[in-house]
C-alpha cells in the first residue's frame, strides 16, 4: 500500500525531535486545558481549509506528525495517510493512538531528508514543525523536500512563525516570512493559492487568558485574523506545485 518510500534513505535523529517525557507529556502539557483545546482548533480549522481543495482519494504526507493529532483526523476522513516524525517516542504515541485505523502508517524520518521518491503525494503538510527546527537552512530544507515529494500540481501547506508580526520578542526558535516563502516556492515552480495566519495575540497570551475571558478572545482572535493576518504569530501558506 505504502511504495514511495526510498531504500537505504539514511537517518538522523534531529536534536529538536521530542524524546522520552518531553514527548509522552506533549498533548497534555499544550493542548489538554481549554486554552489548548482554542489553539488546537484554530490550527484545526486551516487545515480544513485544504480539503476544499485536495480530492477525497489524496495521498497525504505529514511532516513532523508528533502525536498524530492532524493524522489521526485525515485518516478519520478517509485519506490515505504516510506520517514521519523524527522522534521515535512521538511515533509510538502516534501509533498507538491510531491503532485503529488502517490508512494511516508512521516512520521515523527527517523533515530536511524525507525518504521518499519525488512526486509521491497529493498533499504534503506540516504544522508547529519549521520553527522548531535547528536554523533557518534547516526549515528552508524541509519546504525544499515538502516541494520535491508533492506530485505535480500537488499542495503543500507550510505553516511557520511569522518574523514580519510586531513586538516580537527575542527568541532561539526559527522565524521567517510570508514573503520569504513565497519567493521560494515561486522558485521553485509552484504558485501560491492562498495566505493566512492565526495567533494574533500569540499563543503566550493565549495561555494566559482567563477561563470567564476566553469565548470573547477567541471572538477578536477570529475576526482579527480576517483583516491582519499578515501580523498573526503563525502563517500558513498554501501552495500549489507546476
Given at each position: 500500500?505504502?511504495?514511495?518510500?526510498?531504500?537505504?534513505?539514511?537517518?538522523?535523529?534531529?536534536?529538536?525531535?521530542?524524546?522520552?517525557?518531553?514527548?509522552?507529556?506533549?498533548?497534555?502539557?499544550r493542548f489538554k486545558?481549554?486554552?489548548?483545546?482554542?489553539?488546537?482548533?484554530?490550527?484545526?480549522?486551516?487545515?480544513?481549509?485544504?480539503?476544499?481543495?485536495?480530492?477525497?482519494?489524496?495521498?497525504?504526507?505529514?511532516?513532523?506528525?508528533?502525536?498524530?493529532?492532524?493524522?489521526?483526523?485525515?485518516?478519520?476522513?478517509?485519506?490515505?495517510?504516510?506520517?514521519?516524525?523524527?522522534?521515535?517516542?512521538?511515533?509510538?504515541?502516534?501509533?498507538?493512538?491510531?491503532?485503529?485505523?488502517?490508512?494511516?502508517?508512521?516512520?521515523?524520518?527527517?523533515?530536511?531528508?524525507?525518504?521518499?521518491?519525488?512526486?509521491?503525494?497529493?498533499?504534503?503538510?506540516?504544522?508547529?514543525?519549521?520553527?522548531?527546527?535547528?536554523?533557518?537552512?534547516?526549515?528552508?530544507?524541509?519546504?525544499?523536500?515538502?516541494?520535491?515529494?508533492?506530485?505535480?500540481?500537488?499542495?503543500?501547506?507550510?505553516?511557520?512563525?511569522?518574523?514580519?508580526?510586531?513586538?516580537?520578542?527575542?527568541?532561539?526558535?526559527?522565524?521567517?516570512?510570508?514573503?520569504?516563502?513565497?519567493?521560494?516556492?515561486?522558485?521553485?515552480?509552484?504558485?501560491?493559492?492562498?495566505e493566512s495566519g492565526?495567533?494574533?495575540?500569540?499563543?503566550?497570551?493565549?495561555?494566559?487568558?482567563?477561563?470567564?475571558?476566553?469565548?470573547?478572545?477567541?471572538?477578536?482572535?477570529?475576526?482579527?485574523?480576517?483583516?491582519?493576518?499578515?501580523?498573526?504569530?503563525?502563517?500558513?501558506i498554501i501552495i500549489?506545485?507546476?
Open positions: 500500500m505504502y511504495d514511495t518510500i526510498k531504500k537505504n534513505k539514511k537517518i538522523n535523529i534531529s536534536s529538536t525531535a521530542y524524546i522520552g517525557d518531553g514527548a509522552y507529556t506533549y498533548d497534555d502539557r486545558s481549554k486554552q489548548g483545546r482554542v489553539f488546537h482548533n484554530l490550527e484545526l480549522t486551516q487545515l480544513k481549509k485544504t480539503i476544499q481543495i485536495i480530492s477525497k482519494n489524496s495521498y497525504v504526507l505529514e511532516v513532523g506528525c508528533g502525536t498524530a493529532r492532524f493524522s489521526e483526523f485525515f485518516a478519520k476522513q478517509g485519506f490515505k495517510v504516510r506520517a514521519i516524525d523524527p522522534s521515535p517516542d512521538m511515533i509510538k504515541i502516534a501509533q498507538q493512538k491510531c491503532a485503529s485505523l488502517t490508512n494511516v502508517d508512521f516512520q521515523v524520518a527527517e523533515g530536511a531528508s524525507l525518504p521518499f521518491e519525488n512526486d509521491s503525494f497529493d498533499f504534503v503538510f506540516a504544522i508547529r514543525v519549521l520553527n522548531s527546527t535547528e536554523s533557518k537552512d534547516y526549515a528552508i530544507s524541509t519546504i525544499s523536500e515538502m516541494i520535491r515529494v508533492a506530485k505535480k500540481e500537488g499542495v503543500i501547506l507550510v505553516e511557520f512563525a511569522n518574523r514580519s508580526r510586531p513586538f516580537v520578542r527575542n527568541t532561539t526558535s526559527v522565524r521567517l516570512t510570508f514573503n520569504q516563502i513565497k519567493n521560494y516556492a515561486r522558485s521553485n515552480n509552484c504558485s501560491v493559492i492562498k492565526i495567533l494574533i495575540f500569540s499563543q503566550t497570551v493565549l495561555n494566559k487568558i482567563p477561563l470567564f475571558f476566553l469565548g470573547f478572545w477567541e471572538w477578536v482572535e477570529k475576526l482579527s485574523a480576517i483583516f491582519i493576518w499578515r501580523f498573526a504569530s503563525r502563517g500558513y500549489k506545485k507546476g
